[in-house]
């Protein structure tokens, strides 16, 4: 099978080297970044050079990209996927993205016959380089049973969810839970310490406990150890949340957890920190109250 792949940059490209470490597919990729295309040639996959060529040279096109605008201009925008890929082609789309969005591309590619499936992934970049992550799949059943086994070469956890846009939808939701997680714990590890008590022993009686979470876990131990070079961007949680709280918006859904937590990543992002880790939220309490929580 002749895979493309556009965006292979944290996530993108771990998944990417695991098809072609695990699977005999013939792999094209394309990416901004020369040095992330050079980490996936060295391995055996061809450059190619531009949305157009890998659009329409290749049977299966994936992309991991960071932003909506980013998927909608490579699905639908010039020289993308619906100029260039041929009728009968399977994309599958690994980014985050917005549900209203997922839809409007997919319908306009249905008209030349190409098949969308939205299939976010979750698990970050250490779970994307073990290829130990979950991947969330919407759309025609048929083709997530046909591409399968080329699924499972870079996911532990693949699974169908429904219709279109059902992974998505189940995404958002897991992202906004992890990072209100996340949120709760910056409060709480903050009040140990305002407290006097020993962050490192209250880290260790929390992930032994009924406050224990794996959010909790990863993000204590960038706290702790003052780690906030990013592994997940804080952009990146804040785009998220906003999409949740967009389909919350949406549905006449209550958010209230979710709607907090995406202003503390504001006032984060307002500190500068946009580009450190999603734990840099922590760094509000920290700069208000004069006061670190390390070991």
């Known amino acids: 099978m002749k895979i493309g792949f556009i ?17 005999n597919h013939s792999v094209t990729v394309f990416d901004l970044n020369p040095a992330s295309v050079k980490a996936c040639t060295d391995l055996g996959a061809t450059a190619g050079k531009n949305v157009a060529e890998i659009a329409g040279g290749n049977e299966v096109i994936m992309t991991s990209l960071p932003m909506p605008k980013d998927v909608e201009a490579v699905a639908l925008g010039p020289g993308g996927i619906l100029e260039n890929a041929k009728p009968g082609t399977v994309y599958f789309d690994l980014s985050t ?7 409007a591309i997919a319908a306009k590619l249905k008209e030349k ?5 939205d299939a ?3 698990g970050g970049t250490i779970g994307a380089e073990a290829g130990t992550i979950a991947i969330m799949v919407g759309g025609d059943k048929a083709a997530f ?13 693949v699974l169908h969810m429904g219709e279109l846009g059902t992974g998505t939808i189940a995404k958002l939701v897991n992202n906004m839970m992890a990072f209100c997680n996340m949120a709760a714990a910056a409060e709480g590890m903050m009040l140990g310490a305002m407290a006097g008590i020993d962050p490192a022993k209250l880290q260790q009686v929390i992930s032994n406990s009924s406050g224990n979470s794996s959010a909790y876990r ?5 706290v702790l150890k003052g780690n906030f070079k990013a592994s997940f961007a804080l952009d990146l949680a804040y785009k998220d949340t906003h999409l949740a709280l967009e389909l919350s918006d949406q549905l006449g859904v209550p958010t209230p957890m979710g709607a907090t937590t995406h202003n ?10 946009g580009s450190s880790d999603t734990a840099s939220m922590m760094r509000v309490y920290e700069t208000a109250l004069k006061r670190e929580v390390r070991i």
Not at 113 to 117: D, F, P, S, Y
Not at 145 to 157: R, T, V
Request: hydrophobic letters at 45%; one cysteine or more.
């Open 145 to 157: 049973d046909a591409h399968l086994p080329m699924l499972q070469s870079f996911g532990a956890n």
């Open 7 to 23: 965006g292979i940059g944290n996530m993108g490209g771990p998944m990417c080297r695991n098809i072609i470490k695990k699977t």
């Open 97 to 103: 993205n917005a549900l209203a969005n997922v839809r």
């Open 218 to 222: 990863l993000f204590s131990d960038r």
């Open 264 to 273: 503390l990543m504001r006032l984060a992002r307002g500190m500068g920190l």
């Open 113 to 117: 016959g190409i098949t969308m499936l």
């Open 120 to 122: 976010p992934v979750s």
